[in-house]
């Protein structure tokens, strides 16, 4: 066959086909790419932020439920109610309660603060040996029922001294101090704030800082302080979301400024990141590429040549010599040394080719062992050891005088022998299967006098086909292997059913059965090949099953009721011809 372009030339042509719309397909989807990988980073950077200020508000709504639960304590509550009453010894009280919330305030992870103030009284009990017992309190003050923030005086913006407190009161419609019975109040200082923004700082290698919307700010500890004020003084008078990014220029560079406002404070968590820094990495990546389509380029072209070279030629070489073989001359060799792998194959080739030969000559004489080993395999049916017990039992029931069981022996060993001998015909219907196995059961219950037997098996299934001899090695071995070897076991049943797709045979016994291994064994070996471990019979029970009648079919063991073993036969109603018969001339 003639080819305008041999196959160098094809692959080179089809080389720069590929390589030309994937260069211009990467102009484009770099651009895209930019795109998504800076959504990426700034979603990553706003999920960030999100999780720390979620962990920041977790911590500060630990502290605010501090004053509730002061607010709840009995010794609290007693201070309250007798103040004032000369009975109660108030300075041994006062300690306790002092006690209390030095142990509350500690037990929280962040340094804080717990106040108890009682404007009637002007007494300040707090856990801070500073506060605590001062009678310098701003009595007309408003109650801060949310977070405020007081920042140390002659601070700037920036100052960490600050502080932010939040305070309960009784009655809660108390306005101001003066107004209350009894003030609650928690602190912490700005400092735990700080310190978690340096953890975070150092996690993420960011610069984070808190915003409160205006022009306080708090910075980590090793901020740089410009950066933060020029980000503050753009933002100052702008309305800000819950969270959101906006991108800044700042001192002729671009920033990526992302803020997540907290529930409990108010303020905003802030950080930023150069652009220029996202993008960095695909401008890099872009320039290698184009470097390397230059030298995929090259190589390409010489990758071709070897492949014409190494692979084209072996494989003109095999495709001729396939079709000679194909023509019918299987005389055909391959005579070309590759001096690669293909040696391999041609060698193989040519070996292939002379096997074939022999085994075209081989497939008949093949056929003919095949149809011997099936006679074989029939004949084997017949036991000697079974023939001889039963005429044995004949001998001795004659001198015996036992009439009965000589010729019921006789008639049941006569009809069981006339219908295994018989292999004219390898399908039969099932009510001769069960005839036969009627027979056999018969002689085996004049030898095992405690053996007693049921069959049921519906009417209906009667004239279903089935393969010869497909019954009677699982009564056979139910006898065997489950009745003789258990001085229990005393009876075997065969039941039948069917539905719209299958026919089942069900043979049971109540012998001594089988352990879940031995169960999972007999299943492996009857999907491997015949061996003594499982008996010629049994395994040519399942694949008979399978090669007539396809998929579904086949042999099964499972666990009896109370004991023994249950085999079981399957087989399709509607494929009783999938499996070629095997016709054997009678002898």
């Not at 009637?120 to 605590?132: A, G, H, R």
């Not at 184009?290 to 494989?315: D, K």
Request: proline share 3%; charged share 20%.
């Amino acid at each position: 066959m003639q080819y305008k372009l041999n196959i160098f030339s094809k692959i080179v042509i089809l080389l720069v086909l590929l390589l030309i719309p994937i260069v211009v397909l990467y102009g484009f989807t770099n651009r895209i790419t930019n795109q998504v990988v800076q959504d990426q980073v700034q979603s990553s950077n706003l999920n960030q932020l999100s999780f720390f200020m979620h962990q920041l508000d977790s911590n500060v709504e630990r502290l605010a439920m501090s004053p509730v639960i002061l607010g709840s304590d009995p010794y609290i509550r007693e201070f309250i109610d007798r103040s004032g009453d000369p009975n109660y010894d108030m300075l041994r009280e006062q300690s306790r309660i002092i006690e209390k919330l030095s142990l509350q305030s500690v037990a929280s992870g962040w340094v804080n603060e717990l106040t108890i103030v009682v404007p009637k009284e002007k007494k300040v009990l707090s856990s801070s040996i500073f506060v605590n017992g001062t009678d310098r309190w701003p009595w007309n003050d408003v109650v801060h029922r949310t977070w405020s923030y007081q920042a140390p005086l002659g601070s700037d913006k920036n100052n960490t001294g600050g502080s932010f407190y939040r305070e309960i009161s009784e009655p809660v419609r108390a306005e101001v101090l003066n107004q209350a019975r009894v003030l609650f109040q928690v602190r912490f200082s700005a400092q735990n704030l700080i310190q978690l923004l340096d953890v975070y700082k150092l996690d993420k290698r960011s610069d984070p800082f808190l915003y409160d919307g205006q022009s306080a700010s708090i910075v980590n500890s090793t901020s740089d302080a410009q950066l933060p004020a020029a980000i503050r003084g753009q933002l100052a008078g702008t309305s800000l979301a819950a969270s959101g990014q906006v991108q800044m220029d700042i001192a002729g560079q671009q920033y990526l400024i992302s803020y997540v406002k907290s529930d409990q404070l108010g303020w905003y968590l802030m950080d930023y990141v150069p652009v220029e820094k996202i993008l960095s990495p695909i401008t890099m990546s872009r320039n290698l590429f184009y470097v390397s389509i230059g030298l995929l380029l090259g190589m390409s072209v010489l990758a071709s040549f070897l492949l014409y070279r190494n692979v084209q030629i072996p494989l003109v070489k095999m495709i001729q010599s396939v079709q000679k073989v194909k023509r019918g001359d299987l005389s055909a060799r391959i005579e070309y040394k590759a001096k690669n792998e293909f040696d391999f194959l041609i060698q193989r080739f040519n070996e292939m080719a002379q096997q074939i030969q022999v085994l075209v000559e081989d497939v008949y004489a093949e056929k003919i062992r095949s149809r011997e080993a099936t006679l074989k395999q029939l004949q084997s049916q017949i036991h000697p050891h079974f023939l001889y017990n039963s005429l044995f039992f004949i001998i001795n029931s004659a001198e015996m005088e036992d009439k009965e069981s000589v010729v019921a022996m006789a008639q049941n060993l006569a009809e069981y022998y006339r219908y295994t001998t018989r292999v004219e015909n390898q399908m039969v219907r099932l009510q001769e299967e069960l005839d036969m196995a009627r027979h056999y059961l018969s002689i085996q219950t004049l030898r095992i006098h405690r053996l007693t037997y049921q069959i049921d098996v519906p009417n209906a299934m009667m004239e279903e086909r089935v393969p010869r001899l497909i019954l009677q090695p699982l009564v056979e071995n139910a006898i065997i292997h489950g009745i003789e070897r258990s001085l229990q076991g005393d009876r075997i049943t065969i039941t039948g059913e069917q539905d719209a797709e299958f026919n089942r045979l069900v043979v049971e016994d109540n012998g001594e059965g089988l352990t879940d291994g031995e169960l999972e064994r007999l299943h492996k070996q009857l999907q491997t090949a015949m061996s003594d471990d499982i008996g010629c019979g049994t395994w040519n029970v399942h694949h008979r099953l399978v090669y007539q009648f396809g998929r579904g079919s086949g042999l099964a063991f499972e666990r009896g009721g109370a004991r023994g073993v249950r085999a079981v036969l399957t087989w399709r109603r509607d494929a009783q011809t999938i499996g070629p018969k095997t016709e054997v001339p009678e002898t």
